[in-house]
């Protein structure tokens, strides 16, 4: 299945996007597509940290992931 | 209504957020309004940029609210967020607390902006003379 | 000028308190307003009247100013404080704080209401229905 | 010597005046004057408590007097 994957702060920059289409297996995990973006963006594992946000709610590692789930990189927030 | 989450790309009105939480049952109000300050860590800032996760920005803010509520004896509240660039002396967040005695205000406003701080998914950029971060990203 | 204090017979105004201690040097502020409720311990209040010994609550506000100054590295303090025949929801208190960091706000703001309520002579009388009562006078 | 004695709140009440005189001994002491003011307004003992304030400052009861002194009697305060 395809996922999009939103982006914000420094990961919109890592992206070099605002939004990047990612092929996922059929149940993919939300930790399997940590480790695909880390993969294909090493410098996502040089950050402080990062979460997933899945449909507006941060996301655990388990969580099945569906196509039209709206997913996003959410990297230390820093609003206030 | 008794709790208002809004992001806006325009200049927040103070007023506005203070009058929206007056109320004839309250005797308090406590307010925290972040400014733009002209240096960070000893080096000047030219002007910030805040980005949002708009929906998911919204309704992290508005569970704060909601926990405020429950936590505290507080009877309105007000968090507004801005976007977009904004130079030194401008405000990106007021955050409004009233409730009928001054400790629940206080206390549910100091959570409030703390909270904000670590949960809801809004970006800063500091921009300096010779370049820019995003605030907290890098170790 | 760091520190603004006032006594007024004239409605507060909010923003004009906030407007004075806004800096390029300070990333928060925290505001606290007092208002006037509409019932306390559960008896209808018809208004409040307030009065100051104008000279000495001047000059015991200066001093929590410059103890909130000393105590706290906080950059600017209001306090306005106004007197006479107050409505339900009007304002007798405003007091504003700026910092370069939120915590000293907070503290000195909650530290300068607190002590004002304990050593300020300005005296409150609560207005009911059936009669009227200066506040905490009697045991 | 007589002295100007200034009431607010609930001692403006009690002295049924926003001042009063009182003649005071040369070189009294401000608890003095407490005793003065209780023996003269008996209701002032029946409020929570009192100060006297001296030019501006709150007083010791070990102040000496001054005809030239501001004086004010200072009920339990209830701004803000």
Chains 1, 4 share one sequence.
């Not at chain 1, 979460?51 to 990189?73: C, G, K, M, P, Q």
């Not at chain 2, 629940?104 to 300096?128: G, M």
Request: aromatic letters at 6%; charged letters at 25%.
């Amino acid at each position: 299945m395809t996922v999009t994957i939103l982006a914000f702060g420094i990961a919109k920059d890592i992206f070099g996007a605002s939004s990047i289409d990612i092929e996922l297996p059929a149940d993919a995990l939300a930790s399997d597509l940590k480790l695909l973006l880390e993969d294909k963006y090493p410098r996502l594992k040089q950050i402080r940290s990062y979460l997933l946000a899945v449909n507006n709610e941060y996301a655990n590692d388990d969580l099945v992931l569906d196509s039209r789930d709206e997913i996003a990189v959410i990297p230390p927030v820093s609003g206030g | 209504m008794n709790t208002y989450i809004h992001i806006s790309p325009t200049p927040l009105n103070i007023q506005s957020c203070i009058d929206l939480v007056m109320s004839p049952s309250c005797g308090g109000i406590d307010v925290f309004i972040g400014t733009v300050r002209d240096a960070t860590k000893g080096k000047q800032v030219l002007r910030l940029e805040f980005e949002a996760y708009e929906k998911m920005a919204v309704s992290e803010m508005q569970k704060l609210a909601d926990r405020a509520m429950q936590q505290w004896p507080v009877q309105k509240v007000v968090i507004h967020h801005r976007t977009g660039v904004l130079q030194v002396g401008e405000v990106p967040v007021v955050i409004a607390v009233a409730a009928a005695h001054r400790d629940a205000a206080f206390e549910a406003c100091r959570f409030l902006i703390d909270t904000l701080k670590q949960t809801v998914p809004i970006w800063k950029k500091e921009v300096f003379e010779d370049g820019e971060v995003w605030v907290s990203a890098t170790p």
